[in-house]
């Protein structure tokens, strides 16, 4: 009886510093934005085969003068490059889209994602403005952030995306200390 429950814990042991290396390697992970898709204003698809249709709700939306109170939702695409000889891992993703340092939407991907040892992996982020927020910016942010949406330019080019993995270890979610900082403003 001894042997076995010697046994499980060093199994613990030994499965927990993996965890922990594998959570360790995430700081060393460089973040950028992949892609942005399924690009949508008021609930009313933007895409580039309907461009017609897309251009003719953009302007009705703008004429309407009330931008702020329509929802944009999209799915940002995030690449994770792992340069380490381990693997990377991580639990969660907590994140924030800033845009002119005014915070538009915030979530968390609840997925767990192992990055190879020096491989690529994609994490897809589903993003819905906070109409609210919304208000701090001026109808011609607004028009820029759907206008570079809807033609793949990706986000204006005053926005930023902060990322905080997480590494559930036991029965403990532990975060990174600190938000990854990533550049997703348009090319």
Known sequence: MKVKTL??????????SCNIRHAKNIKDCEFSLNSVS?????NVALDSKNILKSLTLLTQIMSVGK???????????LKI?????EKAELSALEWILLIRDIEVATGVVDQKVKIGANQTTLVTIPVETNTNVLKKLSPQEINTLVTNLSNSRGLPRNSVLKVKPAIKIGKKMLKTPN?????????
């Open 7 to 16: 046994c499980v814990v060093l199994l613990s042991i030994l499965v927990t």
């Open 38 to 42: 399924n690009v949508s204003v008021n």
């Open 81 to 85: 490059e792992n340069p380490n000889n």
């Open 67 to 77: 931008t702020s109170e329509i929802p944009i939702s999209f799915l940002a695409e």
């Open 179 to 187: 938000y990854f900082t990533i550049d997703v403003s348009g090319k």
